[in-house]
C-alpha cells in the first residue's frame, strides 16, 4: 500500500507560521516612505527653506514660483521634502507639488542629514547634503537635482566614504 509522506509536527508549524507571515499585505518588515503630511507641523519640522525661483505660469499681478526645502526630524532620523511652491497676488504661498525620497524618508532607514546646501542654478536647483547611515556608520554624501516642471528631479548618492 501507499503511504501518505506528511511532514512531522515540528514542520507543520513551521509551514503553518511561514504561509501566515508570507500571507500578511499589511507588514511593514522594510518600512514605509513618511508622507509630508505627517510632519506637517511642528515640534517635527527642523527648518524650511527657499532655495531659487522656478518659472511658475502666473497670471498678472500674481507672484512667481520658488523652491522650498523642508526638514524634519523623528526618531533622530532625517526626512527631507522637497516642494514647488507658488506666491499670488497677496503673497499667499500655495504648494504645487511635494517630492518625497523613498532612500532617505523610509521609516527604517536611519539616516541623519547634516552639512545640507541649496543652490539655485540654471535649470533649477542643486541640494546636497552629509549622509551618515544609523545603522553601519556608513557617511556617503547626496545630491538632489530640481527641474523647472514640478516633480522634475533627479536623486543621487555617493556610497563611498565620504568626511
Known amino acids: 500500500m501507499h503511504q501518505v509522506l506528511r511532514p512531522s509536527r515540528p514542520w507543520r508549524s513551521a509551514l503553518l507560521c511561514l504561509a501566515l507571515a508570507c500571507g500578511q499585505p499589511s507588514a511593514h518588515a522594510l518600512g514605509m516612505d513618511m508622507p ?83 543652490l539655485p542654478t540654471r535649470r533649477g536647483i542643486r541640494f546636497t547634503a552629509r549622509a551618515e547611515s544609523g545603522h553601519d556608520g556608513e557617511v556617503f554624501r547626496i545630491t538632489i537635482d530640481a527641474g523647472h516642471k514640478p516633480g522634475d528631479m533627479r536623486f543621487r548618492s555617493n556610497q563611498k566614504r565620504w568626511k
Not at 531659487?52 to 505660469?57: C, E, K, M, R
Not at 499681478?61 to 516642494?83: C, D, K, N, P, W
Open 36 to 118: 509630508y503630511t505627517s510632519f506637517g507641523t511642528a515640534p517635527d519640522v527642523d527648518w524650511i527653506k527657499v532655495c531659487g525661483q522656478w518659472p511658475a505660469p502666473v497670471q498678472p499681478g500674481e507672484g512667481g514660483g520658488m523652491y522650498r526645502i523642508v526638514h524634519a526630524t523623528r526618531h533622530a532620523q532625517s526626512f527631507l521634502y522637497l516642494q514647488w511652491i507658488v506666491r499670488d497676488g497677496t503673497d499667499s504661498a500655495s504648494e504645487v507639488h511635494t517630492e518625497s525620497f523613498a532612500q532617505i524618508n523610509n521609516d527604517h532607514a536611519s539616516i541623519t542629514l547634516s552639512q545640507m546646501n541649496c
